[in-house]
């Protein structure tokens, strides 16, 4: 059985996807997964040896310039190689009106959610097959019961196993902390970032802060410069920081793809959750702790934290989740069971 997955981005919705391969693979032995994904996350699919092949979809180039894209031929390309295969099933794991298109441009019968269990109702006009899935479940455990649906096979009652492929050897005496994501409202406080660095390095670990957009270099530079420890790592691809992910003793991270990542990796990490709810989008991993804010107002789901300036630390609900605490939970998961 030939299927393709289609589910664009980003990158922790990614990482959501595999336990439900994991799943299907193991219910169905011989499937073979084709992914359709965005060109940014090209790498990602890769990562699970039941993806044999990747299709790379530029959609958020193309809504740049529609015109463009268009005269130069590259939608047209995009769909001649869409359809090159021939597949006994689509699923759309999105659910969003930008995978459902793509995904009726497939040869084959498409699967998704029901209009019902969708954020953008109008993809299910899309789908052949549509399935009812609690939005009140965690991401992961939508996935794997649509997967378990659409397939035909029982939902197992095994916790989740991302599958991802490791060559992992001896972990390094280093950290990495993940301190950057797209909302203002989940960055936590520099100073706690500050605070972090010394503690990790009065215990004699290497602090190491990864960054790729210009903006990200310079807040890992700023919590170097405060805290006088700490390493700026260099810029790298998802496969690089993938790779030093899976070396590293621990991570900290905000709510973001990476976090996501070295969960999935079973890297000894914790995740700092404010305005997100971390029972429908929490990382999950063997060696994972969640650490939820205790707040009146969160979760709040807003992008700026709209709390009076008053408050000692911005966003204000991380002021119930200070340094120590967060330290004291990740050596808690460097502790071998």
């Known amino acids: 059985m030939r299927v393709l997955i289609v589910k664009t981005s980003s990158l922790g919705d990614l990482i959501h996807t595999f336990p439900a391969i994991n799943d299907a693979v193991t219910a169905l032995p011989g499937t073979e997964f084709h992914w359709l994904v965005e060109e940014a996350f090209v790498q990602v699919p890769g990562w699970h040896p039941a993806v044999s092949k990747t299709l790379p979809i530029g959609l958020r180039r193309w809504r740049r310039n529609w015109r463009t894209a ?7 390309q995009f769909r001649e190689t869409l359809r ?26 498409v699967a998704g959610y029901d209009r019902h269990s969708l954020r953008e109702p109008l993809a299910s006009l899309f789908y052949r097959q549509r399935h009812a899935v609690s939005r009140r479940l965690h991401a992961v455990e939508r996935i794997r019961r649509l997967f378990a649906l659409a397939l035909d096979y029982p939902l197992p009652a095994t ?18 902390f993940l301190h950057s994501t797209t909302w203002p409202s989940k960055h936590w406080p520099l100073p706690w970032w500050r605070e972090l660095t010394g503690l990790a390095t009065q215990a004699g670990y290497r602090v190491l802060f990864p960054w790729y957009e210009p903006e990200e270099r310079l807040r890992a530079e700023e919590i170097i410069s405060r805290a006088g420890a700490g390493e700026l790592m260099p810029r790298m691809d998802l496969n690089g920081l993938k790779d030093q992910l899976e070396r590293t003793s621990g991570v900290v991270g905000v709510d973001t793809g990476l ?48 709390y009076p300036e008053e408050s000692p630390v911005q966003p204000a ?15 808690k998961q460097m502790t071998p069971a």
């Not at 268009?70 to 047209?76: A, F, H, L, N, V």
């Open 317 to 331: 609900c991380f002021q119930t989740l200070p340094p120590v605490l967060v330290w004291t939970a990740l050596q």
């Open 70 to 76: 268009r005269k130069k031929g590259q939608i047209r």
């Open 159 to 176: 916790p989740p196993e991302s599958g991802l492929q490791t060559a992992r050897g001896e972990r390094e005496r280093s950290l990495v």
């Open 84 to 109: 090159q295969d021939e597949y006994d099933l689509v699923i759309d794991a999105q659910g969003l009106l930008k995978s459902a298109l793509p995904a009726r441009l497939a040869r084959g019968p």
């Open 259 to 306: 976090a996501h990542l070295a969960a999935a990796l079973n890297t000894p990490a914790v995740t700092l959750y404010g305005p997100t709810e971390e029972s429908l989008t929490g990382a999950m991993g063997k060696r994972q702790q969640n650490l939820v804010v205790d707040f009146p107002c969160a979760p709040c789901l807003r992008r700026e934290c709209s």
